[in-house]
């Protein structure tokens, strides 16, 4: 029996944050440390005609003040860290993105000049003075207008602001004639709208040049540390990578907003080396709002066909994907191979198209936000699924029974093969549907939402999603166009007195890193999980990593660090033999012990781990030590799936919506820790819903964020919410040691569409036929709705 596995270990990391004493970059204070203020543009499309910086150096305390005249042209801006290629085989287009704009600015927050200070209210007084002209143009923010005949060029060598047009899935006449032949279709135009990912620690960075030994450091708020790295000296400044040495200290949430190479990490990099001293930018909360990558924003039309029976005969879409003014760094990605490859859900579909153009706006880039592309294509299907329930008169718990994928565990069943180029590990789908609807008490709603007559509406919504995590293999996702590979990597150094360090790629943003992997391997090594430290986030402490993203931690870095612990256990077996004056084949290791089965005789792990630096007694021709690395290259996707229900009232009067209860019965393979998998699910589901209910990212005509302060972006708040009912199924991943399969993005994927359902099965029991509300789903738009 597992001591540590399965087990709600209360978290490790918890301690230092709880009392204050968390390390953020902002916190690091180093000798002689200047300030830097990044002046940015007001406009969202114009061409600068003069800069003069004069006044602002010469204001006591200012240092220095940059503009991209400082920058050698040789530096072309922040990279792209995935190619996308059109349909027809020609290469997307990728305009540069440069550190400081030199002549034209492309959206509201582009980067202009770089004052640096004996303060930060130093730098900032002195931007004012920078006196900047300006020839504003008109801007465009949608990505559906953007590539109408005439519309404002975001960049002049790209035309009609296409970046890509991109295609998977079944010949599209194939799915067309489908469609024709089919007893009813389902059609839907709706948008997916764009949202601020709002980590509570806003981006921060400090480069710092040591003039002694030539070398580099960068401490940032981020994801990856290595990857940052890599394109920091690899494509951005061309700085020999052992001369620069990249940290990720403690990180305050990130939702994907902190995996990218951002343009103010160079900046300080570079002009630490200028200067001559450390260089730290913070970001202020609207800065945040203008800058840190943006999610969502699909506008998208979709059609999905049945037969008479019920059968699901095809599913067609094109979306329009906003890419903002540039392309940031997994960007093409997440609307494409993210998004698209998904499209088979949980339903046996025979027949799939779809197509994602991406394109150019004068507006924030965007890119992976919790969950990326994933919950755009659960919103599509699952709001499709729902809606074609209530046109044909099924419940829509039975089409989806009518649809769902058979059952199979990827070993004695293989995985199943979708139409959009994955083949899924394990699945069986069935009872986390069956699960939830005990949950919720379906047929006593069903009566309640009949009897109701107090002038409020009750409407209950469905979701039943796939999503795919830890994307790999890195062969794979190569050939797909990602210009990094996908794996991880872990040491195990075991110390001469039996304690455990284990270094990862892997980078601990919330997850609660410290507790899960130390679990691991306490449980695999029969030790405390006091004696096992986890270090993370520095890049001349730890191996080359991918950092985290994608739900991949616990399988792939995890996976890593159990291949690294087998090394361990298998040396150690060879030293226990050797003291124990037995073969290896004849021992037996449980509860951090080897014993030679059928005896009493035995060896503790502490002794081995000191035998192994004190050699005395020893293997002929074996190493000392007892250290480990490994890379773990996943064969696959993992792929968690779930059911959630949403149960909702609309006031008919108001249009104001109260969320009544929300089941969530998610299956994410084997689960570690339980309670910090729990709290994964509840942060994904106050995300997910608060995108259905509050959260919208609006620019107007002109390209300004008319909302980009907590005073106007409506943020989700803990009143706004049920308690959520959540519980699981087990479908183990077969291809990973631990059999886990990924929990930090499920409850964004699967909550948005259920909560619109809600709201439009509410409606449509009450007589008003609406198809399509559009999030968030505010009183006006839902009273508005209700007047036809």
Not at 152 to 169: A, M, Q, S, T
Not at 203 to 209: D, L, T
Not at 582 to 607: C, Q
Not at 613 to 621: A, D, K, S
Request: with cysteine; hydrophobic share 40%.
């Amino acid at each position: 029996m597992s001591k540590y596995i399965g087990k709600s270990i209360k978290r490790v990391e918890d301690k230092r944050f709880i009392t204050g004493q968390g390390k953020y970059t902002d916190d690091i204070k180093l000798v002689n440390m200047a300030f830097a203020y990044i002046l940015r543009s007001p406009y969202a499309n114009a061409k600068i005609t003069s800069i003069t910086t004069d006044a602002a150096q010469e204001m006591e305390g200012v240092l220095a003040v940059y503009t991209a005249a400082d920058i050698p042209e040789s530096i072309a801006g922040v990279p792209c860290g995935w190619q996308v290629n059109f349909k027809n085989g020609d290469t997307m287009k990728e305009p540069p993105h440069p550190l400081l704009v030199r002549n034209k600015v492309r959206h509201v927050g582009d980067a202009v000049a770089l004052v640096v200070a004996e303060s930060r209210s130093i730098a900032k007084d002195a931007s004012e003075l920078i006196q900047i002209d300006y020839e504003v143009m008109d801007a465009v923010t949608n990505p559906k207008e953007a590539v109408q005949k005439g519309a404002p060029l975001v960049h002049e060598d790209v035309p009609d602001n296409i970046c890509f047009d991109w295609e998977l899935g079944n010949p599209k006449e194939e799915v067309e004639k489908a469609l024709k032949d089919a007893a009813h279709v389902t059609e839907l135009e709706f948008i997916n709208q764009r949202v601020v990912p709002n980590a509570i620690e806003p981006r921060s960075a400090i480069g710092h040049y040591d003039t002694a030994y030539e070398r580099y450091t960068l401490y940032t708020s981020t994801q990856n540390p290595h990857l940052i790295r890599l394109l920091l000296c690899a494509f951005v400044l061309g700085i020999p990578e052992h001369k620069v040495r990249v940290v990720g200290p403690d990180v305050g949430g990130g939702f994907g907003s902190k995996i990218f190479h951002y343009t103010e990490e160079a900046l300080v990099i570079f002009f630490s080396k200028v200067l001559g001293r450390p260089i730290k930018w913070t970001a202020e909360r609207s800065e945040s709002f203008l800058t840190d990558a943006h999610g969502r924003d699909h506008v998208s039309h979709a059609k999905m066909g049945f037969d008479q029976d019920g059968k699901i005969v095809a599913l067609q879409a094109h979306t329009f994907a906003n890419l903002g003014a540039y392309l940031s760094t997994f960007a093409p990605a997440v609307p494409t191979y993210l998004h698209g490859t998904l499209f088979q859900g949980l339903y046996t579909t025979p027949k799939i198209n779809v197509d994602v153009t991406g394109v150019f706006t004068h507006t924030n880039v965007v890119d992976a936000y919790r969950g990326a592309g994933r919950p755009e294509t659960t919103y599509l299907i699952e709001r499709l699924v729902d809606l074609a329930a209530l046109e044909m008169e099924i419940d829509p718990t039975e089409l989806r029974y009518k649809n769902f994928i058979p059952a199979f565990d990827g070993v004695d069943q293989p995985g199943y093969q979708t139409q959009v180029a994955l083949q899924y590990d394990s699945g069986n789908y069935a009872p986390v549907l069956e699960k939830a609807l005990e949950m919720v008490g379906y047929e006593e709603f069903r009566k309640e939402q009949a009897a109701q007559s107090n002038g409020k509406f009750l409407g209950i919504g469905f979701s039943t999603y796939i999503e795919a995590c830890g994307i790999a293999p890195s062969a794979v996702v190569g050939a797909l166009g990602a210009r990094a590979g996908l794996f991880e990597s872990a040491q195990v150094t075991v110390q001469p007195t039996g304690k455990v360090t284990v270094y990862t790629g892997s980078h601990s943003h919330g997850q609660g890193h410290e507790t899960t992997f130390a679990q691991v391997v306490a449980d695999r090594l029969g030790i405390s999980i006091d004696d096992v430290e986890i270090v993370h986030g520095d890049s001349d402490r730890v191996a080359f990593g991918m950092g985290t993203y994608g739900s991949r931690s616990l399988a792939v870095g995890g996976s890593a660090i159990v291949k690294s612990l087998d090394k361990v256990l298998e040396k150690g077996a060879k030293i226990a033999a050797h003291l124990l004056e037995a073969s290896a084949d004849d021992l037996e290791y449980d509860e951090g012990k080897w014993t030679v089965k059928g005896t009493d005789k035995s060896v503790s792990f502490g002794d081995v781990s000191l035998t192994s630096y004190v050699p005395h007694n020893y293997p002929e021709g074996l190493e000392p030590g007892l250290d480990f690395s490994s890379f773990y290259d996943p064969t696959n996707f993992t792929y968690p799936f779930g059911a959630h229900i949403a149960i909702v009232e609309v006031d008919k009067e108001t249009g104001v919506v109260k969320l009544k209860r929300f089941i969530a019965v998610d299956d994410v393979g084997n689960v570690i820790n339980p309670m910090i998998v729990d709290g994964q699910i509840h942060g994904g589901l106050a995300q997910g819903i608060g995108q259905a209910m509050h959260e919208e990212a609006i620019y107007d005509d002109t390209g300004q964020l008319i909302n980009g302060s907590y005073m106007d972006y409506c943020m989700p708040r803990a009143d706004d919410f049920p308690s959520f009912e959540i519980d699981r199924t087990t479908t183990p991943c077969p291809h990973n040691p631990l059999g886990v399969k990924g929990a930090g993005e499920a409850g964004c994927i699967g909550s948005t569409p259920a909560v619109v359902n809600a709201v439009i099965d509410a409606l449509w029991k009450n007589g008003h036929k609406v198809k399509d509300i559009q999030m968030p789903m505010t009183p006006e738009r839902v009273w508005s709705a209700m007047q036809g």
